[in-house]
């Protein structure tokens, strides 16, 4: 009647036990406290309970060292739980620099997903084993939730900007993914499988996928049809060679760095963060390009960069 009925999913990830841990102190913490309370409680009822209509109860002042105890320990148990799950956090919000980068874009109601070598994906995402892979995500109508239970992650994914969430498969094997946020009518049917496998397997996978040009070779095209290289390859505009994950000067002499977030706001809205000693003459692309097309857009800037295209090989 048991077999194979599981109270929580396979630790899949390199993170994964890290949050069990935690889950299973928070619930050994609470079952404790609710059995001390309770028991408390129900002792006090009886022991101290009226025996005559005329008895009454014996003034109790208080106790310094008892309040002084339910005051630092409640307190003590609280710092270990926020310096533990902040540990965690931090831990699962830098990607190592060697991570394979995947985009992703959710729509009511599928994951489209796109790998750098111009594979694309619905509703399957297809990783090697014990690498470290990033995701970059965005939406294309109302709020989703990237979740994959196994891995223990699971990140907001938001219309109009860029969130990330990287994990490190541990096992092979297909694992549920989810969209765990309201997104609709159809909302319980938003879900896919992220499939594992050994890097060889990927490699071969990968190779038997390919269809077309890169998402890098993708965006080349289309920076040239949108006639971006008539400014910034001419002098009008900033030039884009090696600008990703830089400092850039703006002309209100404040400084932003060039990530995914900053290419995509000047791709729609150009106006917003001027380059210092260029003029505001970049027309917007909003309705132009989609998200898919601003990611490979993004894909191109990166390989522009020589760090990037280092690690994109």
Request: aromatic letters at 12%.
């Amino acid at each position: 009647m048991w077999q194979g009925f599981q109270i929580v999913p396979d630790q899949a990830s390199t993170i994964a036990q890290g949050v069990d841990y935690l889950y299973y102190f928070l619930t050994a913490i609470d079952l404790f406290f609710t059995a001390v309370i309770f028991l408390t409680i129900f002792y006090f009822a009886l022991r101290y309970r009226r025996r005559s209509e005329h008895e009454q109860g014996e003034q109790i002042e208080g106790n310094l060292l008892l309040e002084i105890a339910w005051t630092l320990i409640p307190l003590g148990i609280c710092v270990l739980v926020f310096l533990w799950g902040t540990g965690l956090y931090i831990r699962n919000s830098r990607p190592p620099k060697a991570s394979t980068e995947i985009f992703v874009v959710g729509k009511q109601w599928m994951w489209k997903l796109q790998h750098p070598e111009g594979v694309e994906e619905i509703n399957e995402l297809h990783i090697p084993v014990n690498q470290p892979i990033k995701l970059t995500m965005t939406s294309e109508d109302v709020i989703h939730d990237f979740s994959v239970p196994a891995f223990r992650v699971k990140k907001d994914v938001v219309p109009g900007m860029y969130t990330m969430l990287w994990f490190q498969a541990t096992k092979t094997g297909s694992f549920h993914l989810y969209c765990d946020q309201y997104c609709g009518t159809n909302h319980s049917l938003m879900r896919g499988e992220v499939i594992v496998m050994e890097p060889t397997d990927y490699e071969h996978w990968l190779s038997g996928g390919l269809r077309g040009q890169t998402m890098a070779q993708s965006g080349a095209k289309l920076y040239e049809q949108l006639g971006c290289i008539t400014c910034h390859g001419t002098g009008k505009g900033p030039s884009l060679t090696g600008i990703y994950g830089q400092q850039v000067k703006l002309s209100d002499g404040t400084t932003v760095v060039a990530d995914e977030a900053y290419v995509r706001e000047s791709v729609l809205y150009p106006s917003v963060k001027i380059v210092q000693g260029y003029k505001p003459i970049m027309p917007t692309f909003k309705g132009q390009v989609t998200e898919e097309q601003l990611l490979q857009l993004i894909a191109y800037i990166k390989s522009l960069s020589p760090q990037e295209g280092k690690a994109s090989k």
